[in-house]
């Protein structure tokens, strides 16, 4: 019977230590992650991950300043599980690595559901749950090895303070992204860039934004729960602090899917973006600017 792991870097010795730690976490026919066929940890993760997926794929998330270290591919009705050959360096330990394949594991077993819709309110309520999917694996992975010591392991904390301390000014910065995204905003509309290319732009510091937001607020809260002192310390704004309390709630039956849109339309009006439903298939979205709006 072929292998449901295949580990293509290291030497014989370096790939059975390999494969004993992920039969540890993911079971000896991957039991522990039934809807996962295979797991490879391939010589070239980005390689891999582009062919499997016919499409051209970059695990550096440069506005992120992290690289992923794992990603699930669906295949019809299997999902192959790969794992970059990265976290098995020295930056990494089995049990900062158990923490990453957990993430990947709660991933997984979310089954996010895919946009429903393919308009603004598809694809606000396709981001809202993106972002609720990474705060559950950032938070119960976290949570759950962390807590699962009696006394605080000092790689993991480390690592733990580490991330925190990578987001966290950017984070209290939220004029800063305001100013970036106002200033494209007037690059469309003096046509100096097109609509199309200005909001793809716009989108991507949107998202860096709310992504470390997500990780921020999934890591602390795994050490407190005054959520009140975490919105004052980096000056989350009300529509955010809306969010992360739905996510909250949802948290003890997870995953309970978003079907409302508007949670993360509000956060799109903190940047002066408003979706304009225009009573056909057209929404159009507009710019609020000193001079009123652009559509």
């Known amino acids: 019977m072929e292998s449901k792991i295949d580990i293509q870097i290291g030497n014989f010795e370096q790939k ?23 797991i490879i940890v391939p010589i070239n993760f980005d390689e891999t991950i582009s062919n499997l997926s016919n499409k051209e794929y970059n695990s550096q998330r440069d506005n992120l300043n992290v690289e992923a270290v794992a990603r699930g591919i669906k295949l019809d009705e299997e999902i192959i599980l790969v794992i970059s050959s990265g976290i098995f360096t020295s930056d990494f330990d089995n049990i900062i690595r158990s923490v990453y394949f957990l993430h990947e594991r709660i991933h997984i077993l979310n089954n996010r559901p895919g946009q429903k819709t393919f308009d ?42 580490h991330i925190i301390k990578q987001f966290e000014k ?13 200033s494209l905003q007037n690059e469309i509309i003096n046509n100096h860039i097109s609509f199309d290319n200005g909001f793809f732009k716009i989108k991507e510091i949107l998202y860096d934004y709310l992504l470390k937001s997500i990780y921020i607020i999934a890591l602390e809260m795994v050490k407190t729960n005054d959520k009140d002192m975490l919105v004052k310390k980096y000056a989350f704004p009300e529509p955010l602090r809306i969010l992360f309390n739905e996510f909250f709630e949802r948290i003890i039956n997870y995953p309970i899917w978003f079907n409302n849109h508007s949670f993360l339309e509000n956060i799109y009006n903190i940047f002066q973006i408003h979706f304009d439903n225009t009573g056909t298939t057209n929404e159009q979205i507009s710019f609020c600017t000193k001079t009123g709006h652009y559509v």
């Open 16 to 38: 059975k230590q390999i494969e004993k730690e992920l039969i540890t976490v993911f079971g000896q026919n991957l039991e522990y992650i039934p809807a996962v066929t295979k």
């Open 120 to 161: 603004h309110i598809g694809f606000l309520t396709n981001d809202t749950n993106w972002l609720y999917d990474e705060f559950l694996a950032n938070h119960i992975s976290w949570n759950t090895i962390i807590n699962g010591f009696e006394k605080p392991i000092k790689s993991l904390e480390l690592h733990y303070n």
């Open 170 to 182: 950017d984070v209290k910065n939220i004029s800063g992204y305001i100013n970036r995204i106002n």
